[in-house]
């Protein structure tokens, strides 16, 4: 146990959570988002919910930051100098030739991160094996310096073909650099990844040196200003690929951040997955803007190895959340054919819903959930109330044009994005051949808890998980989230004995890299934990399969034999069907954990009083009628307690709808386990 | 389809019905959701199962979901071209059986005969008919159906531009079960292996297509039973509606007229001679009527495009530009006709060659480009590089097993009234990447010398081209080829003024140094040493070029885009006054 404090930054707010050892409380806050200085709003947050001498003895500062990642969509990174292979200089800018809309003939690409003048080419030749083919030719190195001297290029990359299978040239061009006076950053490629594909690892070459400035500066601003505030303890960031790394590593490795907000919930989720020993569990966060979803399998997010955001690949490891644009702010249109859409776009935080009365005009999916009374009493804890008729008047725009009454057009809405949000899941399901029907649905969000019951009708899914502070579950997140580093090699080898000794020597090079990077306080030797996997196919094939291999302190003792037999059951369980050919070893993967110590929540009732129960009329989509719900306060409910719905439970930062049909009973962590009412519990 | 007179002409599926009261614009939209998600579910599959790169990495394939009665219900995002033959497949395929009634459950029919596919018989589809289970009833509800590319079904060579007729182009599968009631059919099967080069490839790429066919197929009957076949029907007729409204609304604002573009092959594969072809646009009312009846005779050599692949070409290029950004159904294709005459260019009659059909379908949606352009040059880009200059390599390693490796490769494309072009794949393989240098080089003895962009390969314009890439292939042990650069000797063409880009060439530099150019070849000698050198083409340009922001033009030389001399050239404004970049 310890004192920790998680802060994540979104878009409109700044969430905080701290967790008291000694008093065993759980606290959230929220402040406005600060975006051209975010540190003084994680700043204020502290400062305003975290009396100091808590701060004090707080041993863990849990930081999801959105920093690099707006430096990417606001496009105010640092000027980036590339150094490339001569004959290669426009991979960044060629991409693979494909467009991201398919259907649209004037789609044109973003424009590359590094302009080409400042895309400079190295005679410098490296083969696949690793032997050189070219030496490298240093007045090129010396030329290009010339140029980035010239033009004031602060943050240089340098990617080299193959670079992976042997990094002197990289080396040797950043010692070339420092010799011209080059007193900027210098990102290289093979530190980066150790993957192939040339454009994939360029691109995250350059978004590591796009966003390196501006993200160490931030840190060490926030790492001052926490201290001011008597923090002491370890300050961490969440990485893209799900754990957490030191403020100090975060400097040296930005690109593992982008994601660092965006991964949150699926940590959360899988913290929560673990504590209450759910194998197979499915995400749900709705947001205001987005649909969120990620598969949390044995207690662990997912994690995929090539990444993608603002269009841009990300050769990293990447928590797979899948997003679509269905949130509570999306907005229902009539497209040109006639039909009823809901989003992609979205009214976002401000105006937001026509219903916050704040100037939006648009209905959204908030608008017709008030319409249909899901919302209970429509007034937030937090004071606001919603406004029903501006929801009604928004609605009517489209009941009108499809000649349907407000009502059936509100839940035409929710349908379709039910629906929407349905497909979603099932997609990222199937293509592990996964049934949802068989999986736990956590759902969470803003506005998750109100979708819960018609994701379960829609999917079949006969248990559905409303975590504690299901509004600010990201931030609760970061509070599990483990220090981890990890790192991967391509390396094509068969898998048999010889193929599993150069393995073997891979991963003790890639743990004394990982150990090298451990440069915070966090903790001894002794508690990291070593895990290794491998990325296996069939001779021939291409794809992939990522498959966790025992190992005793990171060197790999089973025969291959025993490899090959969980490949085979996994392929199997992927594909339906399985192979009779060699099998391979493509990439080795290394990662250190060092588990923080354990967060076990507790249901922790914070009655506020009042009334316990009211009643109000909603529409039920189990029965296709307007009833009567129950409307409970959740803080109100006792461990063990059960509620049948049709109910409406409110709570801070969310509302969630309990259709008839179904019912909810409080978990001891706290969490509501929702299932059919026929059902055993 | 119909004959009149001569000719004959190709619609969508007829419009429907009045539709069911029902069918409100709510389940509608929850149908035609749930039926592209179930096109995405079959793509993943597929993905991640094949075996060729050409599947999993180029996405060379098309999925498909369609009724009872072969209308297309939805597609998952792939290959473009693919898109519009599929319905001749599943129609063929399943004629060739004996008709619905020689259908079971668990049945899955593999089908690659050219003249019903629109493609080569490397392009095999599967098809799988999907059956509803109620109450110990079986209802035939629809097909799954997925056409991909399989690296060699047993042509004269692995891929040839020289065929004379359809037989040296593959093996012919015309409409076989490949399983019977969910069983293999275990001679059909070794068949199909037996005729292949690479059997273990395509065994690979074989089971991958079966998963494919039978995770759709749950997705659709998933889809079905959620509400009923009855509504299920009726939402559907209306989701039709919907796609021919979308498309109807878009040529309605188009002024009424008959708009002619012309192109041109470079040669028909097995003669020299270029062959010219006309294609005419017909915009009248709602409906787009493209008329292939002024093309040439059919060919001695295989760039003869039978009919699926022609209505392909016309449904691509229509759909792209009228289908408002989305995946195309049914719907979209009724208010399309297309007129063709057989024993022509466009309508080949069997067992006329047609390996290369895909070439000229490319050309044919260039040029109804060019045709709508004269009516409304806003609504189209100026001419891309044309092609998708593709090369397909083959050999024996030194250990004496056998490879082969292919890929398109992107070109400029045309500015437009919105920008610059950019440099992408050819729009009829929109979604299509071309492989990585380092995989590239870790599979096959190929090193790849350079990939870079062609300064000045653009149209100039207001708005110019996109650049054109040279790729430079540098054999590390003996090899052979088949080469496939078309549109060498027309150079793309300008929009609105715009200026013509560098047409698409190809050389072949031997270890002496002596150097020959290429552009259709089949089984091309490179030793060891020699290096294969592609420049794809750029993109023509929009407007005119003297409108172009001087500043603009500078930028694009300090870039390297542009020379100072092209720039000086094209031009002259930015220099004005002695302006200098």
Not at chain 2, 38 to 43: G, I, L, S
Request: glycine share 10%; aromatic share 8%.
């Amino acid at each position: 146990m310890a004192t920790r404090i998680g802060v994540d930054i979104g878009g409109t707010f700044t969430d905080l959570i701290f967790f008291d050892d000694e008093s065993r409380r759980l606290v959230v806050a929220k402040v406005p988002t600060t975006p051209d200085r975010p540190e003084v709003g994680v700043v204020a947050a502290v400062g305003s919910a975290v009396p100091s001498d808590v701060v004090a003895r707080t041993a863990y500062f849990l930081h999801g930051t959105t920093v690099g990642l707006n430096a990417l969509l606001e496009r105010s990174g640092a000027l980036v100098g590339l150094l490339t292979t001569e004959g290669f200089r426009d991979a960044l800018e060629i991409r693979r030739g494909d467009r991201d809309e398919m259907y649209n003939l004037f789609w044109q690409p973003p424009p590359p991160l590094v302009p080409r003048r400042l895309r400079l080419p190295v005679r410098e030749r490296v083969m696949f094996s690793g032997s050189v083919r070219t030496p490298l030719r240093e007045q090129d190195v010396r030329r290009a310096a010339e140029v980035f001297r010239h033009e004031g290029v602060s943050s240089v990359a340098v990617a080299f073909l193959h670079a992976y299978a042997r990094p002197d040239h990289e080396l040797q061009a950043e010692a070339l650099l420092r010799e011209c006076g080059f007193e900027g950053d210098i990102s290289l490629s093979h530190r980066i990844s150790g993957e192939y594909r040339e454009y994939e690892r360029v691109c995250t070459t350059v978004i590591d040196a796009y966003v390196r400035g501006r993200m160490t500066s931030y840190l060490t601003r926030l790492e001052a200003e926490l201290a001011e505030l008597g923090f002491s303890g370890n300050p961490l960031v969440t990485r893209s690929g799900s754990g957490s790394m030191t403020f100090g590593e975060a400097r040296e490795r930005p690109f593992e951040t982008i994601m660092s907000g965006p991964v949150a919930g699926a940590e959360g989720a899988g913290a929560l997955a673990r504590q209450l020993d759910l194998d197979s569990v499915i995400t749900a966060d709705v947001g205001g803007t987005s649909f969120d979803t990620c598969l949390v399998l044995e207690g662990r997010p997912q994690v995929t190895y090539e990444g993608r955001i603002v269009g841009l690949p990300v050769q990293s490891a990447w928590v797979d959340v899948r997003s679509i644009g269905a949130g509570g702010g999306s907005i229902a249109h009539i497209d040109v054919g006639g039909l009823l859409r809901v989003g992609p776009q979205s009214a976002g935080a401000d105006p937001g819903p026509a219903c916050y009365g704040l100037g939006g005009v648009e209905p959204t999916v908030t608008d017709a959930a008030l319409h249909l009374g899901m919302f209970g009493s429509g007034t937030f804890a937090s004071g606001t109330e919603l406004d029903r008729d501006r929801a009604e008047a928004a609605l009517r725009k489209v009941a009108g044009a499809l000649e349907l009454g407000v009502g059936d057009a509100a839940r035409g809405i929710m349908n379709i994005a039910s629906a929407n949000m349905a497909n979603a899941i099932r997609e990222i399901t199937v293509e592990r051949g996964i049934d949802p029907r068989e999986m736990h649905l956590f759902a969470f969000g803003g506005a998750g808890p109100m979708m819960a019951t018609l994701l379960a009708r829609e999917l079949e899914i006969g248990s559905v998980v409303i975590p504690p502070h299901p509004g600010n579950f990201s931030a609760l997140g970061l509070l599990s989230s483990d220090l981890t580093q990890a790192a991967a090699r391509t390396r094509i080898m068969p898998l048999d004995r010889g193929g599993l000794a150069e393995a073997n020597r891979i991963l003790g090079e890639l743990f004394t890299d990982l150990e090298a990077r451990q440069t915070g306080r966090v903790a001894s030797q002794a508690d990291r934990l070593r895990e290794v996997k491998f990325d296996l196919r069939y001779v021939g094939q291409e794809y992939t399969l990522t498959i966790a291999v025992t190992s005793e302190g990171g060197r790999v003792e089973i025969t291959s034999q025993a490899i090959l037999e969980t490949f085979t059951r996994e392929y199997e369980r992927t594909f339906s069907y399985v192979m009779d050919d060699a099998v391979e070893i493509v990439s080795v993967r290394a990662t250190l954990r060092t588990p923080l110590p354990n967060l076990a929540l507790t249901q922790i009732s914070t009655s506020s009083g009042g009334d316990r129960e009211r009643s109000l009329p909603a529409y039920s989509f189990s029965k296709n009628r307007t009833l009567t719900f129950r409307v409970i306060a959740r803080a109100t409910l006792a461990t063990g307690e059960s509620i049948e719905g049709p109910a409406i439970l409110e709570e801070e930062t969310a509302t969630t709808y309990l259709d008839a049909d179904f019912r909810a009973q409080v978990d001891p962590s706290g969490a509501l386990f929702i299932s059919p009412s026929e059902a055993p519990l | 389809m119909k004959s009149i007179a001569d000719t004959v002409v190709t619609r969508g599926g007829v419009s429907g019905p009045k539709v069911h009261a029902t069918a409100d614009p709510i389940t509608t939209e929850i149908v035609r959701h749930s039926l592209n998600s179930a096109a995405n579910q079959m793509k993943q599959a597929l993905i991640r199962t094949a075996f060729s790169p050409v599947i999993y990495e180029v996405l060379d394939f098309a999925v498909a979901i369609y009724d009872r009665q072969l209308r297309l219900l939805a597609q998952a995002p792939s290959l473009p071209f693919f898109m519009g033959t599929m319905s001749f497949c599943v129609e063929a395929a399943i004629a060739a059986v004996g008709g619905e009634g020689a259908l079971d459950p668990g049945d899955i029919i593999l089908f690659n005969e050219p003249y019903g596919t629109g493609s080569h018989p490397q392009d095999a589809a599967i098809v799988m008919p999907v059956f509803l289970e109620e109450q110990g009833d079986e209802t035939l509800v629809g097909y799954t159906t997925i056409k991909a590319h399989w690296l060699d079904i047993g042509a004269k060579d692995p891929y040839a531009t020289d065929t004379v007729d359809v037989f040296q182009e593959g093996t012919i599968f015309p409409g076989v079960k490949l399983y019977r009631r969910g069983e293999r059919a275990e001679e059909m099967y070794r068949t199909v292996l037996a005729n292949s080069r690479m059997p273990r490839e395509v065994e690979g790429d074989i089971k991958a297509e079966i998963t494919g066919v039978r995770t759709g197929a749950a997705a659709l009957l998933r889809t079905i039973r959620r509400f009923g076949l009855e509504t299920f029907e009726t939402s559907v007729e209306q989701m039709f509606n919907h796609g021919e409204s979308t498309v109807r609304k878009y040529f309605e604002r188009l002024p009424d007229g008959r708009y002619v573009g012309s192109g041109e092959m470079d040669s028909n594969g097995v003669e020299d001679d270029p062959v010219p072809f006309e294609v005419a646009v017909e915009i009248d009312g709602s409906t787009a009527r493209i008329d292939y009846t002024q093309a040439p005779s059919q060919q001695r050599g295989p760039i003869n495009c039978p009919l699926p692949s022609t209505v392909s070409a016309s449904r691509v290029a229509i759909t792209m530009l009228a289908g408002g950004g989305e995946a195309p159904n049914e719907g979209h294709m009724r208010p399309i006709e297309i007129i063709t005459r057989p024993g022509t260019l466009f309508h080949p009659v069997s067992p006329a060659p047609c390996f290369l059909c895909g070439w000229p379908a490319i050309q044919a949606i260039e040029v109804i480009y060019g045709a709508i352009a004269k009516a409304m040059p806003r609504t189209v880009p100026a001419c891309s590089g044309g092609d998708i200059c593709g090369v397909n390599f083959y050999g024996a390693r030194p250990s004496g097993q056998p490879w082969t490796a292919g890929s398109p490769h992107p070109v400029g494309q045309g500015g437009h009234h919105l920008g610059d072009g950019g440099t992408m794949m050819h729009i009829s393989e929109a979604a299509t990447r071309f492989p990585p240098t380092e995989v590239w080089e870790s599979r096959y003895p190929v090193l790849m010398e350079k990939v870079e962009l062609a300064p000045d390969s653009c149209g100039a314009g207001t708005h110019r081209g996109g650049l054109g890439i040279d790729f430079f292939f540098h054999a590390l042990e003996d090899m052979q080829a088949t080469t496939t650069v078309e549109r060498t000797r027309n150079a793309p063409w300008g929009l609105e003024g715009g200026g013509e880009a560098r047409p698409n060439s190809a050389l072949l530099r031997l270890p002496d140094g002596s150097t020959r150019p290429i552009r259709k070849e089949t089984r091309l000698n490179i030793p060891r040493g020699a290096t294969l050198e592609y420049y794809t083409g750029g993109g023509g340009g929009y407007g005119d070029p003297n409108e172009r922001d001087p500043e603009r033009v500078h930028a694009d030389i300090r870039e390297g885009y542009l020379s100072e001399a092209h720039a000086r050239k094209h031009y002259p404004q930015a220099f004005a006054g002695g302006k200098t970049p």
